[in-house]
C-alpha cells in the first residue's frame, strides 16, 4: 500500500500560469480532501469530495478546482497563479467521513508562485 | 473568534519533564477531537483521537477533553527530543469536516 501519494513534490510558478497538483490513493477510500498550509499557520481546507463525481467546497477554494472522477484519483487544479497560492498543499483520504475516522495525509506539495 | 484556538507557543521543556498542549474550540456541536505531530517540512501524522469527556492514555500521551468548557489538552510526559515538532489539535464538526487549530510547536531541550 502507497498510502496517499502527491506529485509534484515541488514546483514554481510564474503569475498567471496555471498547473496540476496530483493525488492518489489506494486504499478505496470514499473521503478525499485539499488542504493548504501557509508558513506557521494550520491546515485550511480548499475542497473535498465524497465520492467519485462528488466534490464540495471547502473554508478558501478561490482560485481552485478539483474533480473527481475515480475512487483513487483527485487532482487539484491552479488557474492563474497568484503569489497568495503560494503555500504547501497536502492532500488527504479517510474510509467513510465519519467522525471516528482517520486522516491519512500524502507528503505535500511546495508550491512557490513568483 | 477562530473555530479552534490553540495556544501560540512556542513551548520549550527540558528533557523528562510534561509538556502541556491546549486548544480550545467554539463549536458546542463538535463530536470528535484529534492531535496531530508535525514534523518540520512533514505531513501531519495522528497521534490521538478522542470522542468523549475525561482523559484518554495512549503511552506517553494523554489526551483530555471536556466538552462543557470546549476544552482539549494533550500531556506528553517524560518528553524527548524526538517529541520536537508542531502540534495540531483538530476538531470535527457536524458539518463532516476538520477544522485546524494554527499549531503549538514545542521543543525538547537535552
Known amino acids: 500500500n502507497a498510502g496517499v501519494t502527491q506529485t509534484p513534490k515541488f514546483r514554481i510558478l510564474k503569475i498567471g500560469q496555471s498547473m496540476t497538483l496530483q493525488c492518489a490513493q489506494d486504499?478505496?477510500?470514499?473521503?478525499m480532501y485539499w488542504y493548504r498550509q501557509d508558513p506557521g499557520m494550520g491546515l485550511k481546507l480548499i475542497y473535498y469530495?465524497?465520492?467519485?463525481?462528488?466534490?464540495d467546497k471547502g473554508e478558501v477554494p478561490n482560485g481552485y478546482n478539483v474533480s473527481r472522477s475515480t475512487t483513487e484519483d483527485f487532482p487539484l487544479r491552479l488557474e492563474l497563479a497568484a503569489p497568495s497560492q503560494t503555500s504547501v498543499y497536502f492532500c488527504?483520504?479517510?474510509?467513510?467521513?465519519?467522525?471516528?475516522?482517520?486522516?491519512?495525509f500524502g507528503p505535500g506539495t511546495r508550491l512557490t508562485v513568483l | 473568534q477562530k473555530e479552534v484556538e490553540q495556544n501560540s507557543g512556542p513551548l520549550s521543556v527540558p528533557e523528562g519533564a510534561i509538556a502541556s498542549l491546549n486548544c480550545t474550540y467554539s463549536?458546542?456541536?463538535?463530536?470528535?477531537f484529534f492531535w496531530y505531530r508535525q514534523y518540520s517540512g512533514k505531513s501531519p501524522e495522528l497521534i490521538m483521537s478522542?470522542?468523549?469527556?475525561g482523559d484518554k492514555e495512549d503511552g506517553r500521551f494523554t489526551a483530555q477533553l471536556n466538552k462543557a468548557s470546549q476544552y482539549v489538552s494533550l500531556l506528553i510526559r517524560d518528553s524527548q527530543p524526538s517529541d520536537s515538532a508542531t502540534y495540531l489539535c483538530?476538531?470535527?464538526?457536524?458539518?463532516?469536516?476538520?477544522?485546524f487549530g494554527d499549531g503549538t510547536t514545542l521543543t525538547v531541550k537535552p
Open positions: 463549536d458546542r456541536g463538535s463530536q470528535s
Open positions: 478522542i470522542y468523549s469527556n
Open positions: 483538530a476538531v470535527w464538526t457536524n458539518a463532516g469536516k476538520s477544522t
Open positions: 488527504a483520504s479517510s474510509p467513510r467521513g465519519k467522525s471516528t475516522d482517520t486522516q491519512y
Open positions: 469530495s465524497v465520492g467519485a463525481g462528488i466534490t
Open positions: 486504499m478505496n477510500h470514499n473521503y
